[in-house]
C-alpha cells in the first residue's frame, strides 16, 4: 500500500517525533510504499495566498478558488503546493500525526490544508463528499492531548473528542470523499513513564499493521 | 468600549476586508476605541515553536506548554506574541474577521491562537472555561462563507454551520473564558450584487452598534 504521514510537530523528541518515525519504520518494514511531509522540518510555508500559484489569472484582485481552478487548468501551482498535492493523490492511505492544539491542527497543518487541497484539483464540479476526489482511499488521525482520556469523554473536562474531530474528519476528509479510519489518540504523553511511553509506541505499531485492512467509521454530519 | 479586530484574508478588496474597514469605521464613529491586528498585512508568522520566546528554559528538548509557563514568568515572549498578547487583555470586545475555510479559521488565524494564547498568560492553574482569564470579555465571529445559506443548516449540503464553530466558540473562547455572541455570517459574497453588497455592509454597522451590548449566547458542550 503507499502511504502518506504528515507530520506537525516543533520537537522531533516528542512523542510526535517518535510515533512519526515508529510508523515509517513499522510500515516500510512490512513491505509498504511510505513517503512524508514533516512540516515543521521541511519549513513549509502555511499562509494561502497568491504564492500558491506561479501566475495569477487576476493579478488585481485576488480570489483564490477562481486562481485554483485556473491553476488546475494551466498547472500553475506553485512547486511546494504542487508537491504536496502530488503525495497526496498518490497515496492509498494518509496518516495526520500532530499534537491536538484548541482542539484541533496545528495552524501549520491547517495552512497545509488551507493551501494543498485546492478547488479543482481536489474537489468541485459535483466532486464532493461520496462522490469526492478521493472516494476508495483512506485517511486516519494519530495525535497527542495534553490531558487525560477522561477530560476528552462526553461529559468529561473538555468533551467528547470525536466530536471535537468531526470539523477534520467530516469537512475536510469526508468533503473529498476519503474513508475515515478510527483516530488513534496517545493522551497526555508529557505525563508518561518510560515504559507507558514503549507501551504506546508498541500499540501504535500494532494498530498500524491493523489499518490497513480496518473499515472507515461512520463520521456522521453537524 | 475597547475593541480588538482581527482580520485573516488575503485580499483587501475582498469583502472580508470591506467587512473589517466597516467595523473600524463604524465603532471609532460611536466613541469605541478600536485596534486591530491585519494578519495579513503584518506578515504574522503563524508558525508556533521557539520562535515564540526570546529565551529558552530548555533548549534541547522543546516542550511548547512548559516554555509558555516559563515566559509568563520571566516576560520572555517575542516581541510579536507579546504585541499580540497585549492586545487581547486589553480588549472588551474581541472580533475575529475571516473567511471559512475548510469549515474552520484560515492557518495564518489558527497558528495566531496557538502562539498567542499561551499557558500560564491566557489559561492555567485553575483558570479554564467558566474561571477562565476572560470571564466577562465578548468574543464575536464575523466569516464569510462559500456557499449559499442553504447549504449550512441542519440536513443542509455541508451542515449546521453554529456546529461547525463549536471548537471555536468552546473550544478557544470558552476554554479561555470568554462570553460568545451570535456569529456574524455573509454568506456567498462573491456571488453578491453590488446593491446586495452594500445592503450586507449596512446590515454588519448596525449589527456592530447593538453588538457591545449584546447578550452571548449559550454554546454548550461537545
Known amino acids: 500500500m503507499k502511504i502518506l504521514i504528515v507530520l506537525a510537530h516543533p520537537e522531533p523528541k516528542s512523542m510526535n517525533g517518535a ?7 513499522t510500515l516500510q518494514a512490512a513491505g509498504h510504499e511510505v513517503k512524508t511531509s514533516n512540516l515543521y522540518a521541511m519549513r513549509f510555508n502555511p499562509v494561502s495566498d497568491s504564492s500558491n500559484f506561479t501566475r ?19 498547472g500553475s501551482f ?11 493523490e498518490w497515496c492509498d492511505l494518509m496518516i495526520w500525526q500532530f499534537p491536538l ?3 484541533s491542527v496545528p495552524g501549520i497543518l491547517k ?7 485546492a478547488m479543482g484539483r481536489f474537489y468541485g464540479a459535483g466532486k464532493y463528499y461520496e462522490q469526492g476526489i478521493f472516494s476508495g482511499k ?8 495534553g490531558g ?3 477530560a476528552y469523554l462526553k461529559d468529561g473536562f473538555n468533551g467528547d473528542i470525536i466530536n471535537m474531530l468531526k470539523p477534520i474528519h467530516r469537512g475536510i476528509f469526508g468533503f473529498t470523499g476519503w474513508s475515515v479510519l478510527h483516530p488513534h489518540i496517545v493522551y497526555g504523553p508529557a505525563r508518561l ?30
Open 19 to 25: 510515533l512519526f518515525t515508529t510508523a515509517i519504520e
Open 101 to 103: 492544539w484548541w482542539f
Open 138 to 145: 483512506k485517511a486516519l488521525l494519530s495525535l497527542t492531548t
Open 111 to 117: 495552512g497545509w490544508v488551507d493551501r494543498v487541497f
Open 56 to 74: 495569477l489569472q487576476n493579478a488585481t484582485f485576488f480570489k483564490q478558488q477562481l486562481e485554483e481552478m485556473h491553476a488546475t487548468e494551466t
Open 193 to 222: 513513564s518510560p515504559e507507558a511511553r514503549e507501551a504506546e509506541l508498541n500499540k501504535w505499531k500494532k494498530r498500524l499493521l491493523q489499518a490497513v485492512d480496518e473499515q472507515p467509521i461512520e463520521v456522521g454530519t453537524y
Open 148 to 150: 487525560e482520556e477522561g
Open 78 to 88: 506553485a512547486y511546494d503546493v504542487d508537491q504536496e498535492q502530488e503525495k497526496v
